[in-house]
């Protein structure tokens, strides 16, 4: 059995599905296009997610690092002059 193919390439959500009619073949073409296009946004969702947190990190660590030290400044009896 394959498996589908993840494009890491994708760059945008794909919007446009196509709706299953009564009329459809019970095909597996018919059924893996869609849930192809499902599985790639997931997939496009889950490296979008994955950006937002590494930038959401980066600038908690760089706030967090900023703020330490003008604390330590401000209560360090050998930095105050």
Known sequence: M??????????AL?????KLETSDPVHA??????????INND??????????????CCAMCWTASTHSR???RMWDPKSRR
Do not use: P
């Open 29 to 38: 073409d018919v059924y893996n296009a869609l849930f192809g296009k499902l």
């Open 70 to 72: 003008s604390w330590q």
């Open 43 to 56: 997939a496009f969702l889950e490296r979008l997610a994955n950006k937002m947190i590494e930038k959401a």
């Open 2 to 11: 394959a498996n589908f193919e993840i494009n890491e390439e994708q760059a």
């Open 14 to 18: 794909i919007r446009e599905l196509r």
